[in-house]
């Protein structure tokens, strides 16, 4: 049986190796892979220059800014960067959409400026071109290509009566084809795939967790790819023409990767929307200004302030006080402003994450979705790295302007804003560097598209399996 498993491989591999159609068409996905990872690798050499030399610029303005008081040199401020990372030339997830940098200063936590997909208008719709969109969309219309024919060739040559008549059965026949269709489509892919993993794992050393993440990768897409083999040579084999089945796997192709992904997406923006720019900064100005529950004010919140620190220090005058009030209650509206962002920005982090999962959900029973997340998730360019990223700038702000504050509370009086603070106290404020989400915090975020995917694979293989078996021989002849 293992022998006639192998003979039937070989012949689909010869088969697909001898259709100049089926090479064509590979020829052509091949290309567009060269184009898309030769357009983000400049993209990605293009983009890394810039924010580098931005960054290290504005570090440097930073440091060698003139002397001058605390809070006037904290609103000079200071940039955060997001890293451009080259897993980004694979999957560029929602990079374009998220924004790269933002301004930090006090009082305010600024958006994200430097959207690319702010500049190619409607077109950035339908997706930009990239090797992961390649992978995920066209490699399966070419599977199906070759695929669909596979049992149903055999059928309407006559050669599957000679199959049966030499003890073969109708599972072992599309197992065999499923081994030749699936090596066909990896040794069609190899050269593509071959140099992306050398790359990867080049740049991978050294970085802890990355080698790990190349070699989730390819298993993601390995397993994807042997999904749509199964389900097109299973197809083929209950299908009563070769037309027949290719319009029921193009219909299928359609439904999973371009319907179902755009309805769910528009399903799950009319479900959980988000508010408008002008409205979500102005309910966060009034928050600061009439206070969170609408009733303590910002002036009724200094001035409860103020007599609560003379009653704690027991003066009866600020300029009695042990430090700078002004600095203090500079620092507690820092506090009380960081409360009301907390809330409002977290009210919009969690209608992301809903109108998120509700497009994961999807994952369950679309492979698409399912590989398209566990992508964006790897190469880290996903909704949760970009909130990630989100959190640690903001914190990073509010310690740089706490330390600002604190200067100008203990070394500065009342009043008196000739102070100056000297350059030692802007090298005392470190870099902004950004670190990313650890890979064994990525898969429990998306055990759930791993485990989809791993169960589609496993429930196609005994559907697969268990159908076959159980079609009477007249129908499969």
């Known amino acids: 049986m293992r022998k006639q498993l192998l003979q039937l491989a070989m012949k689909e591999l010869t088969t697909v190796y ?29 983009a890394k220059q810039i924010r580098d030399e931005a960054k290290r610029e504005k570090r440097e303005q930073w440091l060698h800014q003139d002397p001058k008081h605390p809070h006037i040199a904290a609103h000079f401020g200071t940039f955060a960067y997001k890293p451009k990372t080259w897993f980004s030339m694979f999957d560029d997830g929602l990079d374009n959409y998220a924004g790269a940098y933002a301004y930090l200063e006090p009082h305010r936590q600024n958006d994200f400026l430097f959207k690319p997909a702010e500049g190619h208008g409607a077109g950035i719709r339908f997706g930009q071109l990239s090797v992961a969109l390649v992978l995920q969309l066209l490699v399966p219309l070419l599977i199906i290509f070759m695929g669909f024919s596979t049992v149903t060739r055999e059928r309407e040559q006559g050669t599957l009566k000679l199959l049966f008549s030499s003890g073969i059965s109708l599972p072992a026949i599309a197992a065999g084809k499923v081994m030749g269709q699936y090596g066909a489509i990896l040794l069609l892919l190899l050269p593509a795939l071959g140099l992306t993993g050398v790359f990867f794992a080049t740049m991978a050393q050294g970085s802890s967790g990355q080698g790990l993440r190349v070699l989730m990768l390819l298993a993601v897409y390995a397993g994807y790819f042997l999904l749509f083999t199964l389900l097109t040579v299973f197809v083929s084999a ?59 004010t910002q002036d009724e919140r200094a001035q409860q302030l103020q007599a609560k620190l003379l009653q704690q220090y ?15 209650i ?15 920005f977290h009210q919009l982090q969690n209608t992301l994450l809903q109108q998120d999962r509700f497009c994961r959900l999807a994952g369950v029973v679309d492979p698409y979705l399912a590989v398209q997340g566990l992508s964006m998730a790897l190469a880290a360019t996903d909704l949760y790295t970009h909130i990630d990223f989100q959190q640690k700038t903001e914190n990073y702000r509010r310690h740089f302007v706490q330390k600002m504050n604190e200067d100008m509370m203990y070394h500065s009086r009342q009043g008196d804003w000739t102070y100056k603070a000297s350059r030692s106290l802007y090298a005392s404020v470190p870099d902004f560097q950004y670190h990313q989400l650890p890979l064994r915090q990525v898969l429990a975020l998306y055990r759930m598209e791993l485990i989809s995917l791993a169960a589609l694979l496993v429930l196609s293989c005994v559907l697969f399996y268990v159908i076959l078996k159980r079609i009477p021989i007249i129908n499969r002849l």
């Open 18 to 46: 001898r259709s100049k159609l089926i090479l064509l068409t590979a020829a052509i996905i091949l290309l567009l892979l060269l184009v898309a990872a030769g357009g983000a690798y400049r993209n990605y050499q293009t």
């Open 330 to 344: 500079m620092q507690a509206g820092e506090a009380y402003s960081s409360m009301v962002y907390d809330k409002h």
């Open 238 to 296: 209950i299908a009563k023409s070769s037309g027949h089945a290719l319009l029921l796997l193009l219909t299928g192709w359609i439904l999973t990767c371009i319907i179902i992904p755009k309805a769910v997406a528009n399903m799950s923006s009319d479900r959980y929307p988000l508010p408008a720019q002008y409205n979500f900064r102005e309910a966060i100005q009034r928050d600061i200004r009439q206070g969170i529950d609408g009733h303590n």
């Open 314 to 328: 027991q003066v009866k005058t600020v300029a009695e006080l042990p430090f700078n009030i002004e600095g203090y």
